[in-house]
């Protein structure tokens, strides 16, 4: 696998992942709202002050949309969220679904977790406080200049203008791909707390389509200090509770991760390409057609009332090309081919890069 490659991916999953995670994302004002006037800052010195920012205190709401083009909506049901922060590594967060309600509760020491519908309680203890020193090995500045000059091999990266976001000014720091790039996105736009350097806002918007295929942000946001008791956690009457920590954990545990890790290693996962036109290519353990009868028993030999083929052509199509045949799935920022020999392909790319990627692995 290539390093540099893979790691340029998982760093930009990771930005994202970490921003709605942390739920430091913001809703627009008024539409009539004029910008506010701020001082100039360059794309430089906006990153690395991102970087140096630590969370205060505060508490919101944030909710997400999402317009991939999927038949599904990936996100129906959980698609909000109330957060606090105490500005000293403890949050909390409740989550509600349809018909149940998630809380997450950091407490300094032990993340708890607790599922209203099933009344269970996950404890999870930590050993060292995790912060990005210790997690990175760089302090945050050089981690900034470092994570900009990466992206700036395959992107523009630039200050454009101001927005307003849940009252609070804020810069538009805009990441877009290179002309030489072959990708689905147009651009990523990330809203900075002017004051704090906070992400505010995090749109991902894909090329032909007006409207953001991924909006993450906060429809009430108030910084200031929180009631210490939020951060404190006490199991509900009758929960049942579960413990993990994270050295010792259970055998069947660890033989679950090295599980997984078989599995990916049995994939031959491989990248190919660079920047925004990466591809992960893999190979699944056995050709489509095998793996599809296996779906349509239940392990014991017997038939299930459930067209798995169907279900594939609802959700892409029949395509077929020098690879052989398969299908391909398609949204707004992201195409899958797979093939009937079990090869899988996928990126922010369109369908022939998946072909051709297909076409350099064996």
């Known amino acids: 696998m290539n390093t540099k490659k893979t790691a340029l991916a998982v760093a930009g999953a990771g930005v994202l992942a970490g921003v709605v995670g942390l739920?430091?994302?913001?809703?627009?004002?008024?539409?009539?709202?004029?910008?506010?006037?701020?001082?100039?800052?360059?794309?430089?010195?906006?990153?690395?002050?991102?970087?140096?920012?630590?969370?205060?205190?505060?508490?919101?709401?944030?909710?997400?949309?999402?317009?991939?083009g999927l038949p599904i909506k990936v996100l129906d049901g959980m698609n909000s969220a109330t957060v606090w922060a105490d500005g000293q590594n403890r949050f909390r967060a409740t989550v509600p679904g349809r018909t149940s309600e998630r809380t997450l509760v950091e407490d300094g020491g032990t993340l708890w977790t607790w599922d209203s519908q099933k009344n269970t309680v996950t404890k999870h203890s930590h050993g060292q406080q995790a912060t990005p020193e210790n997690?990175?090995?760089?302090?945050?500045?050089?981690?900034?200049?470092?994570?900009?000059?990466?992206?700036?091999?395959?992107?523009?990266?630039?200050?454009?203008?101001?927005?307003?976001?849940a009252t609070r000014p804020a810069y538009e720091l805009v990441v877009t791909p290179k002309p030489t790039e072959r990708t689905l996105l147009r651009e990523v736009r990330v809203a900075v707390d002017s004051e704090t350097r906070l992400p505010?806002?995090?749109?991902?918007?894909?090329?032909?389509?007006?409207?953001?295929?991924?909006?993450?942000?906060?429809?009430?946001?108030?910084?200031g200090p929180q009631d210490a008791k939020l951060f404190q956690f006490t199991p509900p009457q009758?929960?049942?509770?579960?413990?993990?920590?994270?050295?010792?954990?259970?055998?069947?545990?660890?033989?679950?991760?090295?599980?997984?890790?078989?599995?990916?290693?049995?994939?031959?996962?491989?990248?190919?390409?660079?920047?925004?036109?990466?591809?992960?290519?893999?190979?699944?353990?056995?050709?489509?057609?095998?793996?599809?009868?296996?779906a349509r028993g239940d392990g014991n030999g017997k038939a299930?009332?459930?067209?798995?083929?169907?279900?594939?052509?609802?959700?892409?199509?029949?395509?077929?090309?020098?690879?052989g045949t398969g299908y391909v799935f398609s949204t707004k920022v992201a195409?899958?081919?797979v093939t009937t020999d079990g090869r899988v392909a996928v990126g922010a790319v369109p369908e022939q890069v998946l072909v051709e990627a297909l076409g350099q692995v064996k």
């Open 23 to 68: 739920g430091i994302l913001a809703v627009p004002a008024g539409a009539d709202e004029p910008p506010p006037v701020l001082p100039s800052i360059t794309a430089e010195q906006l990153v690395e002050s991102v970087a140096n920012a630590k969370i205060p205190a505060l508490n919101g709401k944030v909710s997400a949309q999402e317009n991939l």
């Open 135 to 165: 997690l990175a090995g760089k302090d945050p500045a050089t981690l900034g200049k470092d994570l900009l000059g990466l992206v700036r091999q395959y992107s523009d990266v630039k200050v454009d203008g101001t927005a307003r976001v």
């Open 200 to 223: 505010l806002r995090l749109q991902v918007l894909a090329n032909g389509q007006a409207d953001p295929a991924l909006k993450v942000e906060f429809t009430e946001l108030t910084v």
């Open 238 to 294: 009758g929960a049942t509770v579960k413990e993990r920590t994270d050295a010792g954990k259970p055998h069947n545990e660890a033989e679950g991760r090295k599980g997984l890790q078989d599995f990916v290693s049995g994939l031959n996962l491989q990248t190919v390409g660079d920047g925004w036109d990466t591809t992960f290519v893999a190979k699944l353990p056995g050709d489509l057609n095998s793996m599809l009868g296996q």
């Open 304 to 323: 299930r009332d459930m067209d798995v083929t169907s279900l594939l052509k609802s959700f892409g199509k029949e395509v077929s090309g020098p690879y």
């Open 335 to 337: 195409t899958a081919l």
